[in-house]
Every structure is written in C-alpha cells, then in structure tokens.
C-alpha cells in the first residue's frame, strides 16, 4: 500500500521503515506538505489493513499504525478505507483493537521482572494472537509451569474470562515457591489453579475455548518414574483435550524443534520433537491443522543439544501450531 507523493516513517525494532520514499520538509509524523496530512493518514489506515489482511506477526508494526486509526478515520473519506466495503473495514477495526489487547496484556506494569527478561525471545504478543486467544474466553494452559503464559492469558481474556493453570508435582517441585509467588494474594483473580499427575487429567467436556501446550508436548515422550514423571499416555490425553474443548476450540503448541524424521525418544534425551511427529498424534486425535508460524525460528540452533544446554536455553528453534476441533 502506497500513499503517492508522501512518506510514512513507522518505528519498527528501533528502526524507522519507510513506506513510499518521496517527499520534502518534515511536518510532525508525515513528511510532505501539511495539507496533505488527511491523505497520509488515510493511506496508513490502508496500509494497516493490508498488515492485517496479511495475518503478518510484525507486531510492532501494526501497534505503531494502531496508534493513527483514531484520528484516520474520524477524517473525511477515511471512514472507508481503500481496501474494501464497509463490513471489511469494521474487521479491520475490530482485529487493530484485538492487537491493542496482547501489547497491553506484555505492557502491564504487574508482570515480574523475570517475564519481562522473557519477552523478546518468546513474542508472547505474537503468539497470543496467533493462536487467537480473545477476551471472555476460557483457556487452559497445559503444564504451565511457573505461569508466565498463564499471567498473560489472565491479562488478554480480561474479567469477563477465565484461565486454568495445570501443573503436576514434578513441575512444583522443580519450581519451587515460584508457582505460589505467581498466584499469592490473590493478585490473578481470574486464574484457578489445577493439580493433576500425568494420565490423571480430568476434564469436563466442553469446557473450554483455548487449550494451550508450551515447550511441553516433548515431555509426552520422557519418562522418569524416580523423579514422579511416569510416562504419558499420550492418545488418553489427547483424547482428554479433545473432549474438553469446545467446538471450533483451539489447540495451541509451541514446542522445540528436533531434526526432521527424529524418533520420539528426543522428547526425552534432548526434549525436543520433530513437528511431524506433534502433527501426526494431534491429527490422528481428531484435531485439524489449522496453520504453522515461523515466528520463534532460529536457524543457528544445534538440535543434537539440549534445550537446557547454557549456549542456548531461551534461544532455540521453535515451532508454532494451531490446530482447531472441528465444528
């Protein structure tokens, strides 16, 4: 999308991208001549629409042109933007706002330094979005360990949603007092809790909108019975997933990759899975493969290492999937 004749710095990753180079004397934001600032303005309306239509996870792009819709379309002739009818120009609204929610839910000035030295090497913004998590919703984070996703999701389905965290003792254990800390005085009201042991989940049917499964789909292929970690029976508790969420509910997993045509065994020796691997027993459950993200690539990772190994623990190869129960 182009805006003939202007320029439109956008701030991106502490970069400015320009959109359409051509223009003369500075006047605030835009670059031209200010009676033209309506036009430019109308143009970045369009230029967010197309950010959007293009499902692109550029997150910081469509905050920084979320910041213009406001004052765009309370200007003559933006009120319909170029890019399509009324109704499409609505949607477009309605998923600028849906960005608002994920930035705002990583901005919250409650969240413990810890997560925020997360942030940038999990795009918690872009996967939350990804996998279409919206307010009022009911979620349930799988073995969410010490809550980082569990406080954001808390954030992004508001008071009107809710949000389950199930961890089992192997996690509190490791975890220490972190689990308490997160949940104490009550500071999550809309997070419940829930203890379950491996092959001990029990879910009610329907429950739920979203299930999400991070950095531990792996971990249905490790076993150590010593340390309270009995294998899982993995098709039980998919079958358990399934029956939990509601129809066209979303199964959600972010998992390290392993090298293609890997066994199952590295879920256990490396903790990584091969995303074949997570496709076929999913899919096989019932579920549809809705779409993949490369957002958490990284090309640079060593899979015949652990994920715990110092060089990369944070930094590793992932991939994002979305499946769907159908309808």
Not at 36 to 48: H, T
Not at 82 to 87: K, Y
Not at 153 to 162: D, E, M, N, Q
Request: hydrophobic share 40%.
């Amino acid at each position: 999308m182009s805006v003939s004749g202007y320029r439109i710095q956008l701030p991106l990753n502490n970069k400015k991208r320009d959109i359409n180079p051509a223009a003369s004397s500075a006047a605030g934001f835009f670059i031209g001549p200010s009676g033209a600032r309506p036009a430019a303005l109308c143009g970045a309306v369009g230029v967010y629409s197309a950010v959007i239509r293009g499902r692109t996870n550029t997150m910081k792009l469509k905050i920084s042109l979320l910041t213009l819709l406001p004052l765009a379309l309370a200007l003559p002739g933006c009120d319909r933007p170029p890019s399509g009818s009324a109704d499409a120009d609505n949607l477009m609204v309605s998923e600028a706002m849906d960005a608002s929610v994920y930035a705002a839910a990583v901005a919250n000035t409650d969240r413990p330094e810890k997560d925020l030295a997360r942030d940038e090497r999990s795009a918690p913004a872009d996967v939350l979005e990804f996998f279409e998590i919206r307010p009022g919703m009911r979620v349930l984070d799988l073995f969410s360990g010490s809550g980082y996703y569990t406080e954001l999701l808390s954030y992004v389905v508001g008071p009107g949603g809710s949000v389950v965290a199930h961890n089992n003792s192997a996690y509190a254990g490791y975890l220490g007092d972190e689990i308490e800390k997160r949940y104490a005085d009550d500071r999550l009201p809309n997070v419940e809790t829930l203890m379950a042991e491996n092959n001990e989940l029990k879910l009610a049917a329907d429950e739920f909108d979203a299930i999400l499964m991070i950095l531990a789909y792996h971990d249905v292929y490790y076993a150590n019975p010593k340390d309270g970690w009995p294998r899982i029976d993995g098709a039980r508790m998919l079958a358990e997933l399934h029956k939990a969420l509601k129809p066209g509910g979303i199964l959600g997993i972010v998992d390290h990759y392993a090298e293609a045509g890997a066994p199952r065994e590295t879920g256990g020796s490396v903790h990584r899975i091969d995303p074949g691997i997570v496709i076929a027993d999913v899919t096989g459950a019932g579920f549809r493969l809705e779409e993949k993200s490369d957002e958490l690539r990284n090309m640079n990772d060593d899979y015949s290492k652990t994920v715990f190994d110092p060089e990369l623990r944070g930094k590793t190869d992932r991939f994002i999937l979305r499946f769907r129960k159908p309808e």
